[in-house]
């Protein structure tokens, strides 16, 4: 099985990608913001590569206003060395990759210009897919669109302007059950009738279920049925509720034993499993080491390595109980490690850890730091403990001390990403 994450990178430095305001989009500045992001996505692609993350998607914001007439690069032609860079890259490492348009790509709109928006973005979309080389294998995911009041007239409409896309989009085409509208019953309908591949969102169904009695198994394996030869492997969406928000609302992280319960009811099935949650890659190389054959206790060393300042600012107690877990290096404790670091996150920091764990990371630099930088960090520190500045504004003094002196370890902390 294959684990994923979508779009945007956590605690990676130069992965963030850019855009602009509409009125801004002359070519000279699409062009910068074009070769901007294509590096940032390889950069993202060099790092999936590194931690063995093998499914990933890729952010329809990669190109600003891609499929928007303001756009008026050949960005395909201008970009193609770098494209075909990314792509040998992808298919070498054996990753797969997809693309989802946004809620605003609707092809049953009863709106023709907002269909004709549609195939434009799909296309766009088509067109990153085969400037980077990839097979059909990789996919770009799509919803059914809106109901507007008589589903069946929306079906068919759905039906109707599949029909007008390009055979570029259609070999990549796959859909996807909603949490309002098209339930997993209606989707598989649609994909049997067009011949296409179907998605299984389990935190959709759960929100928008077409029958109680059936098992979130029982769905992905009638969804299987429509993955074909050429297709690559059945591709499912996971994802867990944030019980802050709203129904569908995908949580901050996926906590881990709930999600080892899901892994377990699949029973060996071969899938690829791409989560939607905030966190985003870090909650990917949780599940991916909670579920490896490679039980090598050097995965949960480096993942310690990068929560441990965190875990500590929240809670001493649980720092500690993480540090005697990883003693045993015959052991591999996975998913009790990762539960540990949740329990941390659960609680909240104290002025009193958040100064230690500053003061701790400022002893790295102690040695290199100018005297007026070392004033500076104290007098943040004093005006934090007296509440007239915030613990971001000394994590941010902090992170620049260590880039300037170059302190690796502490580049790849989350510390300085998880507030």
């Not at 002359?26 to 590194?50: G, V």
């Not at 867990?240 to 029973?267: A, C, D, R, W």
């Not at 003061?359 to 070392?374: C, D, M, N, V």
Request: proline share 3%; glycine share 4%; charged share 25%.
């Amino acid at each position: 099985m294959r684990i994923g994450y979508a779009c945007l990178t956590v605690g990676v430095p130069n992965t963030e990608l850019k855009t602009c305001l509409l009125k801004n989009a002359s070519d000279e500045k699409l062009t910068e913001l074009i070769k901007h992001n294509l590096n940032a996505l390889e950069n993202m692609i060099d790092y999936n590569i590194d931690n063995r993350v093998e499914l990933f998607r890729i952010s329809s914001s990669i190109i600003p206003f891609g499929s928007n007439p303001v756009n008026r690069i050949i960005w395909w032609e201008v970009f193609e060395k770098q494209f075909k860079k990314i792509g040998k890259k992808i298919a070498k490492s054996g990753m797969r990759v997809s693309m989802h348009p946004g809620q605003y790509t609707v092809l049953n709109s009863a709106d023709e210009s907002i269909v004709t928006s549609a195939i434009a973005d799909l296309d766009y979309h088509a067109r990153i897919m085969d400037s980077l080389g990839l097979s059909s294998e990789n996919k770009i995911i799509l919803h059914i669109g809106g109901v507007y009041n008589d589903k069946k007239q929306a079906i068919k409409r759905f039906l109707k302007n599949y029909d007008r896309l390009d055979e570029t989009v259609k070999k990549r085409l796959v859909i996807e059950n909603d949490d309002k509208s098209y339930t997993i019953s209606d989707v598989l309908i649609i994909g049997k009738a067009l011949d296409i591949p179907v998605v299984f969102d389990n935190l959709h169904h759960q929100v928008n279920p077409c029958d109680g009695n059936q098992s979130d198994c029982y769905w992905i394996d009638a969804c299987k049925s429509t993955w074909k030869n050429g297709d690559g492997s059945q591709k499912i969406h996971y994802s867990q509720q944030n019980p802050e928000k709203k129904p569908g609302s995908h949580s901050k992280t996926i906590g881990i034993t709930e999600f080892m319960v899901f892994y377990q009811e699949l029973n060996g099935r071969d899938l690829d499993l791409m989560l939607e949650v905030k966190d985003k890659n870090l909650s990917a190389i949780k599940c991916i080491n909670c579920t490896t054959e490679k039980k090598e206790i050097n995965r949960l060393e480096q993942e310690w390595s990068k929560y441990k300042y965190a875990v500590l600012e929240r809670s001493p107690l649980d720092y500690l109980e993480i540090r005697k877990l990883l003693n045993n290096k015959d052991s591999y404790p996975s998913v009790e490690f990762y539960n540990l670091v949740e329990s941390s996150f659960q609680k909240e920091t104290t002025i009193g850890n958040s100064i230690n764990v500053a003061q701790h990371i400022w002893g790295y630099f102690r040695t290199l730091a100018l005297p007026s930088e070392k004033k500076y960090f104290l007098k943040l520190l004093d005006q934090y403990e007296r509440g007239e500045a915030s613990i971001k504004k000394v994590k941010k003094n902090l992170w620049k001390m260590t880039v300037k002196y170059e302190q690796t370890y502490l580049m790849d902390s989350y510390y300085y990403v998880i507030i």
